[in-house]
């Protein structure tokens, strides 16, 4: 099968630190894939030089036959990359429905002046009815985004990225913060714009049951290394990987 996304030998240092080293992925369409770790494992980092923010120091990230070094993050969200933020980035002043527009107007026409011209797009379109119902926004589409509980933040936080029309969507830790029954409510969710809008997704996530639950494939860092690859069955009983996580815990 054709590849959507394959990152090679892709490395960043921040001064002597290694954040991410040497990391390798396919990625085929229409599939989810985890990136798990420890604290510190360098999975943000990955997501920063996929989507522009950060430049590698060497290595490359095709997406659809281009290379996307060197591009800059609006470029990148025109050829159909999205992403949400661990440390969610709504506008807290702005109403769901204008955040949403933020993230049209940011990949028309640059997110300053997406945000000026807030006012004068009047016209709601179709796709931000259906990612509201969809979401379950709808009836607090005009309060402030700042308003609603956590949980609807996250979920704004993806509808907003969806609202560029992805192929690849990126979710930074989505369930960060919510409680049991909202994490089961995103794993649907997540299964269900997967199917409905085409996606693919790639997961960071803390959280091992959504992992296990949504992720074909799991990719675990360290130290910006990665030191298993696999199932989340043949993850999970990784001794590298158990011992991983243990490491943090005696540490922290
Ligand atoms: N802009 C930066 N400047 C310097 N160091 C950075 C920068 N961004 C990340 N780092 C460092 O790179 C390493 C990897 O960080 P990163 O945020 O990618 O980890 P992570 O796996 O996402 O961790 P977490 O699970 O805590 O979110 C860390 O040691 C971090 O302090
Ligand atoms: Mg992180």
């Known amino acids: 099968m054709e590849l959507l996304l ?16 040497n990391f390798s992925l396919k990625v085929e369409p229409g599939k989810i ?29 095709i997406f659809r036959g281009i290379n ?41 026409r640059g997110l300053w002046r997406g945000i000026l011209n807030i006012g004068i797009t009047n016209n709601v379109d179709e796709r931000i009815i ?8 709808g009836s607090r589409a005009d309060e402030k985004a700042g308003n609603l509980p956590y949980g609807m933040q996250r979920k704004l936080e993806i509808a907003r990225a969806l609202a560029t029309q992805p192929k690849l969507l990126l979710l930074d830790e989505p369930a960060a913060g919510m409680n049991p029954h909202e994490v089961l409510n ?5 299964r269900d714009i997967k199917d409905r809008f085409g996606l693919t997704i790639l997961l960071i996530e803390h959280q091992m049951r959504l992992v296990e639950e949504l992720c074909d494939y799991i990719t675990v860092m360290h130290f910006g290394e990665i030191i298993a690859r696999g199932t989340p069955v043949e993850v999970q009983g990784d001794p590298v990987v158990i011992k991983a996580y243990l490491g943090e815990e005696e540490v922290g």
Do not use: M, W
């Open 186 to 190: 995103l794993v649907r969710l997540i």
């Open 130 to 137: 259906t990612l509201l119902d969809l979401f379950e926004l």
């Open 33 to 61: 894939y985890g990136v798990i770790g420890p604290n510190g494992a360098g999975k943000t980092t990955l997501f920063n030089l996929v989507t522009g923010l950060y430049q590698p120091d060497s290595g490359e990230i």
């Open 6 to 21: 394959e990152i090679r030998a892709l490395s960043l240092s921040f001064g002597g630190l290694r954040a991410v080293s």
């Open 68 to 108: 996307l070094v060197g591009k800059k993050p609006y470029e990148i969200s025109r050829l159909g990359i999205a992403r949400t933020f661990q440390n969610l980035r709504l506008f807290n002043d702005l109403t769901v429905i204008e955040n949403i527009q933020v993230g049209l107007l940011h990949q028309i």
